[in-house]
């Protein structure tokens, strides 16, 4: 396999855990979010400092990257979460720009806009595949058990999931929390694999590509999440010889995609048996009684 094949791998796979990091907080629970690209960039410095500057082994790095974004994202959701709807989606565009603009001008911590050079490059084609798909078993079994159906409660009706004595809040929370600590997660992977830093890299642009591919494999669905993230990815390096019309193309597909099935590609289906036994079974036939109308 060549280098470059490897790469466009590894950079789906890191993709594919901050997108399922975004799905849980808005496919699952229903909060709409602009602002993920922030956790990412907390866990990419966290473990380069880390590597870097203190020997710190490259696992407990990238872990320590995705708590330290989970306990930032609790930290935010607290005061934040008690906005609903819109309000929420365009606070997290502020605060994740913030997160960015601290990381830019934090000179003296970060190097600023000149950029974090010399990390080790740990993000390899196995490394890359393990955490994905450990991260997909964790989240598999999250949303299939109890929290998992709590989230979703939040997400068909807010009210009524309160009034049946679900600790909402809570919930809420939590799942921004655990979300954080996917993009934490999938941040300190990235920094391992480009071994380079910028806090640009993490601007409003990445965090509204991590959205528009949940929406476009599916609100609801981690599978849709993944396949998104997966078809955007080779659609992007399929055109990057013509890059200046790049972004065009990716926003044609992403129309197309809406108008022709709204609900994205997957809905709120999972691949797995369930959908297969859905996709081929037979529909019976009503027989009619017999008797003449």
């Known amino acids: 396999m060549s280098g470059y094949i490897e790469g466009i791998i590894i950079l789906i796979c890191i993709n594919a855990i901050a997108a399922m990091g975004v799905s849980l907080l808005t496919g699952f629970t229903g909060i709409f979010t602009l602002g993920h690209a922030g956790y990412m960039a907390i866990g990419a410095y966290t473990a380069a400092i880390l590597t870097v500057r203190h020997d710190v082994p490259w696992v407990v790095a990238v872990v320590a990257g995705g708590i330290l974004a989970m306990i930032i994202a609790w930290l935010i959701g607290i005061p934040t979460l008690r906005l609903m709807g819109d309000y929420f989606a365009i ?5 994740g720009e913030t997160i960015r603009l601290i990381l830019e ?3 003296s911590f970060t190097r600023g806009a000149r950029g974090f050079p010399g990390i080790t490059n740990f993000t390899t084609l196995p490394v890359a595949i393990s955490f994905f798909i450990g991260m997909l078993i964790l989240m598999r079994y999250l949303i299939n058990g109890n929290y998992g159906r709590a989230f979703k409660a939040c997400r068909d009706d807010y009210i009524a999931a309160s ?3 679900f600790k909402t809040a809570h919930y809420r929370v939590l ?15 990235m920094a391992g694999f480009l071994t380079f830093l910028q806090p640009v890299m993490f601007d409003l642009n990445k965090s509204t590509e991590l959205t528009a591919v949940v929406v476009f494999g599916g609100l609801g669905s981690l599978s849709g999440s993944i396949i998104g993230t997966a078809v955007i990815g080779i659609v992007t390096e399929v055109f ?3 890059s200046q ?4 193309i990716y926003g044609a597909i992403m129309v197309i995609i809406m108008v022709v ?4 590609i997957m809905g709120q289906h999972e691949i797995g048996p369930k959908l297969l036994r859905t996709l081929f079974s037979r529909k019976p036939v009503h027989q009619g ?3 003449n109308g």
Do not use: K, V
Request: positive net charge.
């Open 289 to 291: 009684d017999g008797t």
């Open 245 to 248: 019309y790049r972004m065009l």
């Open 261 to 264: 099935r709204p609900e994205g």
């Open 240 to 242: 990057r010889p013509i």
């Open 163 to 165: 009034l049946l004595g």
């Open 91 to 95: 606070a997290s565009i502020g605060l």
């Open 105 to 107: 001008n934090w000179q």
């Open 175 to 189: 799942s921004l929390a655990i979300s954080g600590f996917y993009c934490g997660i999938a941040g300190a992977l």
